[in-house]
């Protein structure tokens, strides 16, 4: 099993920042992705990035240039540093981790951006 934990979700205006971690513990392997997903009310989750432990990332059309995800695999933690934060990106950001033969997912953080 494979327990995530974040934090950093929080309220702020158009065009601050904001940081969210994902902590991981439990039988994590060697080899996996994680990465951060979005619900906003009334709309369907999304892909916001995710991250291989490699290093290779994938992001959203819509959070490119603005998101970066990052990784501390000696502590098996994620990160998403949001800039420029719009209105649009008001949702619940789930961390997400998959590894052969299941996917986990955190709780979630609620992210509100103010115009």
């Known amino acids: 099993q494979v327990q995530l934990v974040e934090s950093g979700g929080g309220l702020v205006q158009a065009g601050g920042s904001l940081r969210l971690s994902c902590a991981a513990s439990?039988?994590?392997?060697?080899?996996?992705?994680m990465g951060w997903y979005r619900q906003a009310p009334g709309k369907e989750r999304e892909l916001v990035a995710t991250?291989?432990?490699?290093?290779?990332?994938d992001y959203a059309d819509s959070v490119k240039g603005r998101f970066t995800i990052s990784r501390d695999n000696a502590k098996n933690t994620v990160y998403l540093q949001m800039n420029s934060l719009k209105p649009e990106d008001t949702a619940v950001y789930c961390c997400?981790?998959?590894?052969?033969?299941?996917?986990?997912w955190g709780q979630g953080t609620q992210v509100t951006v103010s115009s």
């Open positions: 439990g039988s994590i392997f060697r080899s996996n992705v």
């Open positions: 997400a981790l998959s590894q052969p033969g299941a996917s986990y």
């Open positions: 991250i291989s432990s490699g290093g290779s990332t």
